[in-house]
């Protein structure tokens, strides 16, 4: 009779070795897997940027449509203030209303209810319309902005002395052109000039540098918008495939190259008509050390974004293209002009 020897079976699980091998190999993975997680959720957001941009360009045209070819446009009053040394701008509060070319355009970006509550006979820095301006717009934020959706105007008192308000951002602004009319505060005009400007002929009135007093004028501004009045599509002489309406402008808020946080300065508002309009002037994601002052200006910064490599702008025909922080300075301005006449290969 034969018996079986009991002996004792191989215990099931994992040895430290193994654990740790375990644990090293899904480290391994999830360092590859995150960063092309990362883009892919940075490329949504640059995608919803890009459907907001298509949005204002829609915005832009049905306006147009509706108005015998003109844009949607600010209304303001404005002065010269600090005299030709500084040529800093200052807007006046109209009795016979003010608003930015946004408010014009909010019937046709989802924004009838704010457009029909707006007081067009008031200021737009009173009333019942400060209480419209308090609400943030979601079409006019980049999702890649991760700073609040609304700007708390307590320190803006170089502009409006008006302190304590809550107003809505945008993350986007009309373009004036490469032009801006005196503003030789900013440092930049003599400071941060492209080097191959000199190969540039400007196509309208002025200069591309404008280096000079305090100018109203409105021959200055070449670009869809202009600080004040409506331009019509018959203007746009280089083509609406060739000019470009809005674009991205972010980096300005902050001053001192930082990103601005929506509670330094007033002028990013969507219903200010000084906060809605911006320039082409500059480098796309410059930060200029010219500029390190204060809260920062939109005039001495420009087209900018939290995108990596460029930034977004929606053209006259509103197409919207993303554009190279590389991109030749001479196509920049030809996209930024609309009579330039210049041959744009973009």
Known sequence: MFFRIPHRGRKLGFTL???????????????????????????????????????????????????????????????????????????QLSNDGAWSWIVAALPFMEGSDIYNAFDFK?????????????????????????????????QAANYFNWNGYTAGGTDYVGSLGHVWSGWKDCGAVPTFPDTPLNRFVPGSAGTPWVNGECMLEQVNY?????????????????????????????????????????????????????????NLRNPINNRNPAWQQGAGDQRCHGWSSNHTGGASAVKADGSVQFFSESMDPLVRYGLATIKGGEQVNQ
């Not at 490329?43 to 049905?62: D, E, F, T």
């Not at 009333?127 to 307590?154: D, E, F, H």
């Not at 070449?222 to 980096?251: C, Y």
């Open 17 to 91: 070795v193994e654990l740790l091998v375990v644990i090293a190999i899904i480290g391994v993975l999830v360092g590859l897997l995150l960063p092309a997680v990362q883009a892919a959720r940075e490329a949504a957001r640059r995608n919803a940027c890009s459907n907001n941009l298509k949005q204002i360009g829609l915005s832009i045209a049905n306006y147009a449509d509706r108005s015998e070819e003109k844009m949607p446009f600010n209304k303001d009053q404005a002065m010269c203030n600090g005299g030709n040394d500084t040529g800093r701008f200052m807007f």
């Open 122 to 154: 008031a200021d737009a820095y009173s009333g019942t319309n400060l209480i419209q301006a308090a609400r943030p717009l979601k079409n006019l934020l980049c999702p890649s902005n991760s700073s609040m959706t609304a700007v708390r105007t307590g």
């Open 222 to 278: 070449n670009g869809v918008f202009k600080q004040v009045g409506p331009r019509r599509l018959g203007d746009i002489l280089d083509g609406t495939s060739n000019s470009i309406a809005a674009f991205e402008d972010m980096h300005w808020r902050g001053g001192n190259q930082a990103i601005f946080d929506y509670n330094v300065t007033a002028d990013s508002a969507w219903f200010n008509p000084n906060a809605a309009v911006g």
